[in-house]
Every structure is written in C-alpha cells, then in structure tokens.
C-alpha cells in the first residue's frame, strides 16, 4: 500500500516546518496530491490547536456566566457526547476585541493541552482514529508537522514530567492508530543543539524565546530539576532529544533521520528527494 501520511519530526530549531514544506513541495513536482499541515494549523485533521474541552457542567457554567456571547459562541462549539469542544482561537482571530478576558482565561484553562495526560491522550487519540478512518478511504497524502512525536513528549515529559513509560506508549499508540496508512517518519536531527536552538532565539521574536523558556524550566521536567534560563531550557531540550531518540528506535513503521546541520537548502533538498524517491519510487520522465 502506498504510504498516505508522512510524519515530520525534530527539536526545536532543527527545520521541521522547513523540512515539511520541502517534502510537500517535492511532491507536488511528482503530482502527488498532498496536503501539508504545519504547526499552528487550526484547522488540523488530527490534532487541536486552540480548542478547549469542556464536560457538560463546564459549559453550561460558561454559558449562564455569558450568556450574551451564546449565539457567538455556537459556530465555533460542537459537541461530541458529553464533551463540549470551542475552537476559542478561531474565535479569537475573529472577534477578540468584543470577548471579555475573563471568558477566555476560562476557555484557555480547558484547552486540550492543559487537560491531565490522560484525559488529552482519550482525546487526541480519538481525534487520529477519525483522521485515520478518512484517510484511509481518501486519495489524498498527508504531511504533518511535528504532532507525533513532539506533541506527545511536550505535553507529558515537558509540562507534566510524566513517566518515560507513559510518553513512550502514547506515541506508540498514535503510531498503531495510522500503520494502516503505511507511514513514513521523518526526523531532523542538528549536530550541535546549543547552536541551531541559539539560531532559532536569534531568528525568531523576542516573545517567542522568553515564552518557549518558560514553559521548558517553570513546569513539569524543568522545574524538577531546578533549570533556569536558557541554559537550564537546552539541557531540558537534550533530555527530550534523548527521549525522541528514544522513541524514534522504538516505534514501529518506515523512518528515516535527516541532518540539517549545515542549513544548505539546495542539498538538503537533494537528500530529501532521494529519500522520497527511494519510498515512492523514481520520479517518472516526462514523455
């Protein structure tokens, strides 16, 4: 079966998005019809981002607390047994001037990420087995950006210093939920951390940097071990690194690691479309 998901993978820094968006747009040269979903996609198939979770209590508290926002809130809410789902960063892009604060602290303290582990691995595995069902019966190629492997590290090693044990089996699972979409794993790896992590605080906005900090050292993993700053942020980014790797050995479907080490765009492509070649076969010659 061809493969009709490929998982991009990586550190901070390492070029996951640039990666993503390479594989993408090599396929499209191979006409292969795939659709490309990077970090931050509100609209992801098989991840939330921007979305909290309520039970049914919570949500009617929500609404009776404002009920003038009820008509507001319908088309971004849905429901799925008694679990109420609001898609709050939607609605923020698009009416955030006119919701009150409060409100949204509310909405933010019940986002799918700040569930207890368990309770967000019920929720983002049975989003992928929806996204695995429609798949499978589609004719479409996936390409996802950094929520196999990322996601499930941040959320139980990083935030809430889970047991290895436990991180471990929720990717595992993820990974037996599409094997029937024969995946290929794409992992990026950078030969210096302290560099291509530096690389990325220079690069990227200065809220970017201060926020990434403080969730790698004032939560879970960090703050146990007492790190500060960026320095205490790249030792918690080499223990993940060594949990990822971890993982990577441990999870069952095609893989493959990709050094983007030297940030030369040009053969960075080259290894890339050797390896898509290898997976998919050579690209056919024009006639």
């Given at each position: ?7 991009i993978e990586?550190?901070p820094?390492s070029g996951?998005s640039t990666t ?5 747009e ?5 006409n292969?019809?795939?659709s490309?979903f990077?970090e ?7 991840d939330?981002d ?19 926002f009820?008509?507001l809130?319908?088309?971004y809410?849905?429901n799925q047994?008694n ?7 939607k609605?923020?892009?698009e009416?955030?001037?006119?919701i ?6 509310t909405?933010?303290?019940?986002d799918v990420?700040?569930l ?11 989003k ?8 499978l019966?589609?004719?479409d190629?996936?390409?996802?950006d950094?929520c196999?492997?990322?996601?499930p ?6 935030k809430?210093?889970?047991?290895k044990?436990?991180?471990t089996s ?5 990974a ?9 794993l ?8 302290d560099y291509?992590?530096?690389k990325a ?7 970017w940097?201060d926020?990434f ?7 879970g ?8 700053g960026?320095?205490?942020t790249l ?13 990577f050995?441990g999870?069952?479907?095609?893989k ?5 080490s030297?940030?030369?765009l040009?053969?960075?492509r080259e ?17």
């Open positions: 079966m061809q493969t009709k998901l490929i998982l990586g550190l820094g996951k993503a968006q390479l594989v993408h090599i396929l499209t040269e191979r292969l019809k795939a490309l990077l931050g996609n509100l609209d992801h198939p098989a939330y921007g979305v909290a979770c309520l039970d049914e209590v919570e949500y009617d508290d929500l609404l009776s607390a404002y009920e003038e009820r008509d809130l319908s088309p809410t849905w047994g679990s109420y789902f609001v898609e709050y960063r609605l923020i892009n009416h955030g001037s006119s009150p604060n409060e409100m949204l602290d909405l933010v303290k019940h990420y700040e207890p582990l368990d309770r967000n691995r019920e929720l983002i595995t049975a992928w087995k929806q996204f695995a069902e429609s798949a019966n589609g004719a190629l996936y390409i996802f950094c196999f492997i990322q996601n590290v941040t959320m139980g090693m990083i809430l210093d889970a047991a044990e436990d991180v929720y990717v595992i699972e993820l037996a939920i599409v094997e029937t979409l024969n995946p290929l794409i992992y990026v790896d950078q030969n210096d951390l291509s992590f530096g605080v220079e690069e990227r906005p200065r809220e940097s926020g900090i403080d969730y790698y050292t004032k939560q993993f960090g703050k146990k071990q007492g790190y500060i960026l320095e205490g030792k918690v980014l080499k223990a993940r690194r060594g949990l990822e790797e971890w993982i050995n999870v069952n479907m095609a493959t690691k990709v050094n983007n030297s940030y030369d040009d053969a960075y290894v890339l479309v050797k390896i898509l070649s290898e997976h998919f076969g050579p690209e056919k010659e024009s006639v």
